[in-house]
């Protein structure tokens, strides 16, 4: 069934919704499953991530992209091949989410993902995060009604 509504994310702002309205999110700490692979980064996540971080040390290149850099990890993570992203600390958390309440856009959306679609802001939910994201549909928290995270320059 296709679920489709417009929903005001900021004052001003609509996005058209395109997932189950009843849909529920709530991150599952032990999982990180989103942190285990390369995070791209749009302009302004690299312009806020120089003020937190050394660039040279947690981002690499690729086909002309930006991302934040995976690394061998020592936790007994279940990534396939024991790496994880540079900023996943020891405990599954985000350090830099927890040391500077900040961390780039397509993390902060996660497990959604947004795209521009007749000038519109569109939302889904992230085909890969229907398979491995623990955290849908495990507590009464609906996405429909948290979607301040879906920041206005998310587009990159
Ligand atoms: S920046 Fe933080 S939230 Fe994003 S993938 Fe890395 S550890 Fe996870
Ligand atoms: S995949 Fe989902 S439940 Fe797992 S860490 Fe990411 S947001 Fe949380």
Redesign the pocket.
Known sequence: MTHERRVEVHPGCEAVCEFDPDLTFE??DS?????QHGVLLYDHDLLELAAHANLNDATTTFRGESFVRREDKDRDAHTDDGAACYFLSEDGLCELHAEENWKPARCSI??LEVHLDGGEIHVTVRDS?EE????LDVSDRRVIDNLDSVPHNALG
């Open positions: 991150c599952v999982c990180t499953w989103c942190c996660f497990p995060a491995h994201c623990e955290g």
